[in-house]
């Protein structure tokens, strides 16, 4: 058991558990973004891009236990 | 009072006077400033009836409390007038750098009343006021007559224009400041034109009394620290709102020819990626902002060599998407164009992708536009129609007028593909498969803009197919989102960076004095909401349910393409989520507020205009 370490750019951590915009995710093994999404029960959909130890990744990247991952929000226009 | 200069400048371009008057205590208490200042003012000031492009409209213009004050984004204007794109309740905003300057003049509002009987422009240096020939700057482009004023006047002062679209009266004429940042929505460049004022020069050396100056100082700094603590602060300013691009086309809401799909294959040449690595030169910001969203580029082709702030996710969306054009070096160009001529993009895409459907069917034929074709994807026919458009030549003279008072001349059932709310065009997200997204353009109160309430992640977060919840959040949405235009301030450090809005009454109470809670603040932005309401309703003879449709491709076409192929929103669902919105506003069936919620909301003094509308 290790954690992924999770943060939430913008308006949509209030759709991420507890609303929070940084907390760690325990996990048993790597996982892609998208099942760590699934498995926080955020629609993709709703993430604008991904970044895996700053560097940017597609939502199929996998995240190392251990990895610090940042979701990002859709920018909302003017 | 406390965050306020305590005056308002009364301008009278007919007889080429002004007075400079104490700022009403009464318009402080119950309308904090900036729209709530531009609302009531228009309420009161604009004799009801008014040619919005006569005499008798008038411009107010209102910096907030904030404005000039130390925190993130303290730098937006409101602009209003009496809109002649919709006949009813018309404001625009715009960021750079001249609201603080009018505050440091010494003015909480600037009122322009009359008709110039030769080009003027208005000069402010504190209170030293004229009204100056602009017959030299007639003509001349919007950033062009920024230009020659910044020469004869000096780089000090801050100036918004009007460029030759405003001149003509186009009713998506723009106001341009700062050379890039637009108050671009509901005409009110055209109400300038009208009035034969060109531009506005001001500059200020006034101070601005704090309730606290320490407490005030003290919290700006922890706003700005806040800011730049926020997770993923440093990728967001790159490509700044054209970074939402992908997204949106991922979405299946990209605007593409003219809204008959919401996926463009080819978004990848027009996007974010594209803007930062062929054509940005470097970010640019408005004042006070940690978090530029502007972007200036230069564009360079064996045709044109030209710099432009832009284009943002919006430009891109409308001129690109929805007329095809589908390189970001032509989208930025005719951004530049539209920019120079003083067009408004986004009215400006909509209406030149109208334009190009109505080609397409034939509606618009050859002979009619000199043997020309007009082509989607064709950037050389999209700068040729800006140009008809800004001078009102040949067709152009139509669609000057926007969409939906030219599909009402082109008929042909052109009104189905007419893509607006209330006369406004429909701005850079298609809504078809998104009810909340849907709902705010069909009831935002100047028509179908995006920036009253902007609810599509709310759509995907919480179902899109589904409606509980839809007008609930659309009228949360359009509270908090015009709060930030009352205040004057950015919102983009909220919706972009998830900056918390607790933050906005410590430094409202540092500045002001005013102990108020953000859900008290809220109530003076509902007060506001259901003030334009009662404006239009005023204004617009039959206004209310009937003018809150969308346009019949939304509710009888489906989406052919992309991730929402197939979708489309029934009118049934319209009138489900119409019904829903009015009884959580309490407003009667056909949009009208009741008299309990004028009463709730302090709006008494409308009630008696209003109460016969019920009848």
Known sequence: ?78 | MNGYAGNILRVNLTDRTHRILPLPESLVRDFIGGRGFVAKLMWDEIPPGADPLGPENKIIVAPGPLTGAFLPGAGKLEWGAKSPATGGYGDSNIGGHIAPEIKYAGFDAIIIEGQASEPVYLYINDFDIELRCASHLWGQGALQCETTLKAELGEEFQICTIGPAGENKVLFACISHDFGRQAGRTGIAAVMGSKNLKAMAVHGTKAIPLADPAETLEVGKQMFAACFAKPGFEEWTPQGTAGVTNWVNEVGAFPTRNFTSGFFPKYENINGEALVSRIKVTDKACYGCPIPCGKYSRVKKPAYDVYVEGPEYETIALIGGNTEIDNIEDVAYANYIQDELGLDSISGGNVVGFAMECFEKGIIQSDMIGGRILRFGSVDDFVWLSQEIAYRRGIGNILADGVKKASEVFGQGSERFAIQVKGLEWSGYEARHAPAMMLSYMTADVGAHHNRSWAITFDVATGRDKLEGKAKRVTELQHIRPLFDMLCLCRLQWVELGFELEWYPKIFRAVTGQKRSWDELLEFSERVWNLTRCYSLREIPGFGRSADYPPARFMEEPIPDGPTAGKYMPREVIDRLLDEYYAIRGWDQRGIPGAAKLHNVGLEFAEATIAPLRA
């Open chain 1, 1 to 78: 058991m290790g954690v992924i370490r999770v943060t939430v750019r913008g308006h949509v951590a209030k759709y991420f558990p507890l609303e929070q915009e940084r907390f760690d995710f325990p996990a048993e093994r790597p996982l892609t973004a998208l099942e760590l999404l699934r498995a926080l029960n955020v629609d993709p959909l709703l993430i604008m891009g991904v970044s895996v130890n700053g560097a940017k990744q597609p939502k199929d990247a996998v995240i190392n236990l251990g990895d610090e991952v940042l979701f990002f929000s859709p920018p909302a226009g003017g």
